[in-house]
């Protein structure tokens, strides 16, 4: 741990900075939100860096979590939410923390700056050459550039995959209500794998990092299992006690249907059910690894999907 200095953390009011200051409490911990309560939390806007003055001050490292939320319609204001918060937030943090000579910033970013990944697997993280698909990622790959480049503190980027939890959220209970229905057709079984990670273990890999801390580099942390995507449907199913359909949907009328939302979305403003980048969540390859970790800070992972499911009922 960066002990015994303070850790400032953004975002420690979302999904994964709640377990990451579960998991720190014991250390000295700062937290930063639009909406703060009471001490430990401070108030501060990464889109308005006047309101960012001072939240540095007497902090020795950085965890930055804080993210627009990943899923939207593309472009639009949309992107320039990312860019405000990812990038220039980013920088503005950055800005404060040179002047106030924090020495360490762990930016959490994702592995979707990857874009899809060449099965089976993709090269180490060193070799990698991001060729990120959207807003959201294109701003995180910024973010990460500068993070790493800063003159001021030293930067280390930790990029995770999907995470998941012991409670339903995001894609999984989409896929989950889907899967309960047998008369849904299956997807087109690509054997595409995807990595995903539990939230107790991507907190883990945070305060090891900040415990070891190996420098300036990019760290990818997974469960290990990478199942493919027929195999988290069959999954699901099955704790569902659902046969699976005997049929499937052509993988040329998904595409097509995702291009039909991205369509819907660009006139509406408002996120489709489906678009292209659900369907491609769903067909691409999403497999990553996440050997430097492991053996650099010694990254263990404790969950599998598998285990975290008690919220589905037979
Ligand atoms: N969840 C996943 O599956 C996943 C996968 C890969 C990578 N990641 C990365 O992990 C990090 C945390 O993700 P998460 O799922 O926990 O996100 P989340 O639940 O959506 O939380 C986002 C956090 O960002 C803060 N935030 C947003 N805009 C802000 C702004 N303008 N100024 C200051 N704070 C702002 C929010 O704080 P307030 O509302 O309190 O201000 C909130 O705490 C993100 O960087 C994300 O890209 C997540």
Request: proline letters at 8%; one cysteine or more; aromatic letters at 6%.
């Amino acid at each position: 741990m960066a002990e015994p200095g303070r850790i400032l953390i953004t975002g420690a009011s979302g999904f994964l900075g709640r377990e990451v200051c579960r998991r720190l409490a014991g250390a000295h911990l700062r937290m930063l939100s639009r909406r703060p309560g009471g001490e430990p939390w401070i108030g501060g806007d990464l889109t308005d860096p006047g309101s960012l003055r001072g939240c540095c001050e007497g902090v020795e490292a950085i965890v930055h979590l804080a993210s627009s939320p990943g899923d939207g319609p593309g472009g639009g204001e949309w992107g320039r939410s990312h860019h405000r918060v990812s990038v220039e937030g980013t920088e503005a943090l950055l800005e404060e923390a040179r002047r106030a000579g924090v020495r360490r910033v762990l930016f959490v970013s994702s592995v979707r700056v990857l874009g899809e990944s060449t099965p089976p697997g993709v090269a180490l993280p060193e070799e990698a050459e991001p060729a990120p698909v959207s807003d959201y990622a294109r701003a995180k790959a910024e973010a990460e550039r500068r993070v790493l480049t800063s003159d001021g503190p030293e930067g280390c980027v930790l990029r995770l995959p999907m995470l998941y939890g012991d409670a339903p959220r995001g894609h999984l209970v989409l896929l989950a209500a889907l899967m309960a229905r047998p008369w849904v057709p299956r997807l087109p079984d690509r054997g595409n794998r995807r990595s995903m990670l539990h939230l107790e273990d991507a907190a883990d890999a945070v305060a090891l990092l900040l415990e070891r801390w190996p420098g300036r580099g990019i760290y990818h942390a997974t469960d290990g299992v990478a199942p493919t995507v027929e195999e988290v449907c069959r999954l699901l199913a099955q704790r569902q006690g659902v046969p699976a359909a005997g049929w499937r949907v052509p993988e040329r009328l998904l595409r097509l249907a995702g291009r039909f939302g991205d369509a819907l979305g660009a006139t509406t403003g408002r996120r489709p059910p489906i678009d292209t980048a659900r369907v491609r969540s769903l067909l691409d390859w999403a497999w990553y690894d996440d050997r430097l970790l492991r053996e650099r800070c010694g990254f263990r992972p404790r969950r599998t999907l598998g285990d975290s499911l008690g919220w589905l009922r037979e």
